[in-house]
């Protein structure tokens, strides 16, 4: 089915054209201390904390850890210190320890914005497209403002094929995000799918005015124009994204789809 293909090619591009981090990179929120127990007489959680949100901030990930579960001994139901753990697992890249740690600390203080945020963008980094819209949905009910959740909600909708909505969820980014092509490309996606075909031309023509001569970019048109099925102004597109780069992913595979097209003009 033409649709679920546009989410395998997203993935590729956002990892080609803007690098898997950058997405993320206001990611990782550090949750605070809580005050210590009263009843514990020699270890002061909050002390532990602070040195290991220092160990966190230097990248230190080992000495936090090991300070984020000293708070633990001391304070089992600390969201904070599994809230940071949980950021441990995600710069680790082990997602499914992330979420488990993450949901811990959400079931302990389910009010704080950014564990949630963490937690749909763990399950983004786990291709479960569908899990990731509830938390990031919440999040940006709390914090309209956050684009860094808007986007990825956003990206979730059009990997889900929910069309209408990642329209409704993306179009507010326009001002911000209007000369990023991945934005566009996948907002184009979204219009042209909820069939909303100003948008979809808008999308385009901003994508071929800021996105220079970069085999990305003929490669985004080309995919573009295949989403259109206009595979006479598709294959061009991609021909000239595999002289610039003969090893871009799936470009040699979308050629050929486009130049066998039934129809295509020879």
């Given at each position: 089915m033409r649709t679920r293909t546009f989410a395998v090619g997203v993935t590729v591009l956002l990892a080609c054209v803007m690098g898997a981090a950058s997405v993320y990179a206001a990611a990782f929120?550090?949750?605070?201390?809580?005050?210590?127990?009263?009843?514990?007489?020699?270890?002061?959680?909050?002390?532990?904390?602070?040195?290991?949100?220092?160990?966190?901030?230097?990248g230190d990930l080992n000495a936090a850890e090991k300070e984020f579960r000293r708070v633990l001994t001391v304070d089992p139901r600390s969201a904070a210190a599994y809230a940071n753990l949980g950021v441990i697992a995600m710069r680790r890249k082990k997602w499914d320890q992330a979420l488990e740690l993450l949901r811990k600390a959400e079931y302990l203080d389910p009010k704080i914005a950014g564990i949630r945020l963490n937690i749909?963008?763990?399950?983004?980094?786990?291709?479960?497209?569908?899990?990731?819209i509830v938390p990031l949905s919440s999040?940006?009910?709390?914090?309209?403002?956050?684009?860094?959740?808007?986007?990825?909600?956003?990206?979730?909708?059009?990997?889900?094929?929910?069309?209408?909505?990642?329209?409704?969820?993306?179009?507010?980014?326009?001002?911000?995000?209007?000369?990023?092509?991945?934005?566009?490309?996948?907002?184009?996606?979204?219009?042209?799918?909820?069939?909303?075909?100003?948008?979809?031309?808008?999308?385009?023509?901003?994508?071929?005015?800021?996105?220079?001569?970069?085999?990305?970019?003929?490669?985004?048109?080309?995919?573009?124009?295949?989403?259109?099925?206009?595979?006479?102004?598709?294959?061009p597109e991609l021909n000239r994204a595999i002289a610039s780069n003969p090893n871009l992913p799936f470009a040699h595979f979308n050629a050929r789809c486009g130049a066998c097209a039934p129809g295509r003009q020879r």
């Open positions: 929120p550090v949750a605070q201390a809580t005050e210590a127990p009263k009843s514990v007489p020699r270890v002061d959680p909050r002390m532990e904390f602070t040195v290991g949100q220092k160990a966190l901030r230097d749909g963008i763990t399950e983004f980094r786990r291709a479960n497209y569908g899990a990731a999040v940006l009910r709390d914090q309209p403002d956050s684009s860094q959740s808007r986007y990825l909600l956003g990206l979730c909708q059009v990997f889900t094929e929910h069309y209408p909505d990642a329209v409704t969820t993306l179009q507010p980014l326009w001002t911000e995000r209007s000369g990023d092509v991945m934005y566009l490309y996948v907002l184009g996606i979204a219009a042209h799918n909820a069939g909303n075909d100003a948008l979809d031309q808008q999308a385009l023509s901003r994508m071929i005015e800021v996105g220079g001569d970069s085999a990305e970019l003929h490669f985004i048109l080309g995919k573009s124009y295949l989403n259109r099925h206009e595979e006479n102004a598709a294959v």
